[in-house]
């Protein structure tokens, strides 16, 4: 009795303990640090802004890339989507020079804005900007082609003006610009961001962190509305198709049961049911259509169960079903895949609807792990 009391103690600390973190990170001045880097030297200036926001304890900064990339300093970043801008209370943008003009990427990424603009969903928001250039050729031509791009979207400005510029070491070029900061990474004299390239990154933070701070809450309610119509629960969706998730399965073997890089999970799974294999076997031989039909359900349901365990178990944060590859085991001349491989097709866009479209591939096989007829490897998108 004693023990259950306890029990109950802690889990309602527990409970309550997280419930009180999430309603201080909602008061909280969330920015987003938004950026694209070819070599690592905007990253290390988007470090220096975030320290500068946080410096100011009302705010709070994520750093997230336009673009995936390879570079080790830069490939555990996430990538954000555009959908999720409309989400901060102010966005700091990050770019390379390249030729006066914001880079490829950056570009790329503000050109799918377009369905954000039209529903005003930045209108009112802070934004700054800071760049890396290399020799600084054409840095404020730059910084004001971002300027031109964030004032279609109606975002109110923030500029650095000459903020800073008493305490900044004047015997080596620096990349300070009245409209944000900038480094000139390719003036090897010093290691860049030089000191006083990373001093005014760190101001631009902590007074944008003011301004976003001071705004907080007074726009985006427009989108807030728009959005809240259109929102499918996906957990609701579960109950009111009397779709029930497996217990997780456990892995057979030195391997997780899925595993997370930036935005994308990858799971792989067998037809596994109460810790047997369903439907074990060859297609038309030891197995019919029908049976391996039902096996790749449950394969998918075993892989959505893993996927809600990855997603902190709230399917809501699954952006997109990106790719399903359908193994089947197969005689050597059999070519109904496809149609094996619409079990988890469908069930799939049943729950997440459009998001759960994705491309596919299927094949046979001459044997798969443990007997299973079917083996199925899927990679999603989440927040
Ligand atoms: C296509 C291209 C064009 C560039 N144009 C300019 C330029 O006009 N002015 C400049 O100072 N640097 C220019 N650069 C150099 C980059 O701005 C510089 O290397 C920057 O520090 C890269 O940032 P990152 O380290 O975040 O990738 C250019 C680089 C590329 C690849």
């Known amino acids: 009795m004693n023990k259950t ?14 419930n009180t973190t999430a309603m201080a990170q909602n008061k909280k001045t969330n920015i987003l640090v938004l950026i694209h880097s070819d070599n690592g030297g905007t990253y290390e200036l988007a470090k220096n802004i975030t320290e500068g926001i946080e410096k100011n304890s009302d705010a709070n900064a994520t750093i997230k890339l ?22 901060y209370d102010g966005i700091a943008f990050g770019s390379p020079v390249y030729f006066g003009n914001i880079s490829t990427a950056m570009s790329e990424f503000l050109s799918k804005t377009v369905d954000v603009w039209t529903k005003h969903e930045l ?6 900007v800071f760049m890396s250039a290399g020799s600084g050729a054409g840095k404020e031509l730059a910084l004001q082609s971002f300027w031109n791009s964030l004032a279609v979207h109606g975002m109110i400005l923030v500029s650095n003006g000459i903020r800073g510029y008493e305490n900044i070491e004047k015997n080596i070029p620096q990349g300070n610009s009245v409209l944000g900061t900038t480094s000139l990474a390719s003036l090897k004299d010093v290691t860049r961001p030089s000191k006083s390239e990373r001093y005014l990154a760190k101001l631009q933070g902590e007074n944008f962190a003011k301004v976003s701070t001071a705004l907080k809450g007074t726009f985006k309610q427009k989108s807030i509305e728009t959005k809240s119509a259109y929102t499918v629960d996906i957990n609701e969706v579960l109950k009111q198709k009397n779709i029930v998730l497996p217990e997780l399965p456990k892995p057979v073997g030195n391997y997780e049961l899925f595993s997370r890089s930036g935005n994308l999970v990858f799971i792989n799974q067998v037809s596994l049911k109460d810790g047997k294999i369903l439907y074990p076997g060859k297609v038309g031989i030891d197995v019919t259509e029908q049976q391996v039909e039902e096996a790749t359900k449950v394969t998918m349901l075993n892989i959505i169960a893993i996927l809600k365990e990855a997603v902190g178990g709230d399917l809501n944060k699954v952006k997109k079903c990106v790719q399903l590859i359908g ?14 491989m619409n079990a988890a097709s469908d069930l799939t866009v049943e729950i997440f609807g459009e998001k759960g479209k ?14 299973s007829s079917v083996s ?3 990679i999603f998108e989440v927040e």
């Open 327 to 340: 193994v089947f085991n197969t005689p050597e001349t059999y070519t109904q895949h496809a149609m094996l």
């Open 123 to 128: 209108e009112g928001m802070p934004a700054t």
């Open 358 to 371: 994705h491309t596919r591939n299927t094949s046979g096989a001459y044997s798969l792990p443990v007997g």
């Open 5 to 18: 009391i306890s029990f109950l103690v802690f889990t309602l600390s527990f409970l309550l303990s997280i």
């Open 376 to 378: 199925i490897q899927a």
């Open 66 to 87: 336009v673009k995936a990339s390879d570079n080790v300093k830069l490939k555990d970043i996430p990538v954000a989507n555009v959908d999720e801008l409309s989400s």
